[in-house]
């Protein structure tokens, strides 16, 4: 079992930053990738940003230049650091973790507004 917690939400303007942080516990040396998903109100979750264990990355395209995620495998961190904020980022995002039997883990949720 995997255990996730998020934390850095918040409220920001339009063109601001915000950093999120999702801290793994637990079985946290089977954990294969780490990613972002967000999720609005009616809506689908949807991938934001995937780290692998070997460090690749991979974006939603309308994040592209925008977001970086990164990880901290000795911390059993990952973080995602946001910049130029659009009103249409504002969303719940989820960490989420895949372990190596290709189990799914969540975190809480962590509210992040944009205002424009």
């Known amino acids: 079992q995997v255990q996730l917690v998020e934390s850095g939400g918040g409220l920001v303007q339009a063109g601001g930053s915000l950093s999120l942080s999702c801290a793994a516990s637990g079985s946290s040396f089977s954990i294969k990738s780490m990613a972002w998903y967000r999720q609005g109100p009616g809506k689908r979750r949807d991938l934001v940003a995937v780290?692998?264990?070997?460090?690749?990355?991979n974006y939603k395209d309308s994040v592209k230049g925008r977001f970086t995620i990164s990880r901290d495998n000795a911390k059993n961190m990952v973080y995602l650091q946001m910049n130029n904020l659009k009103p249409e980022d504002t969303n719940v995002y989820y960490c989420?973790?895949?372990?190596?039997?290709?189990?799914?883990?969540w975190g809480q949720g962590i509210q992040v507004t944009v205002s424009s």
């Open positions: 989420n973790a895949v372990d190596q039997q290709w189990l799914n883990y």
């Open positions: 780290i692998g264990d070997g460090g690749i990355t």
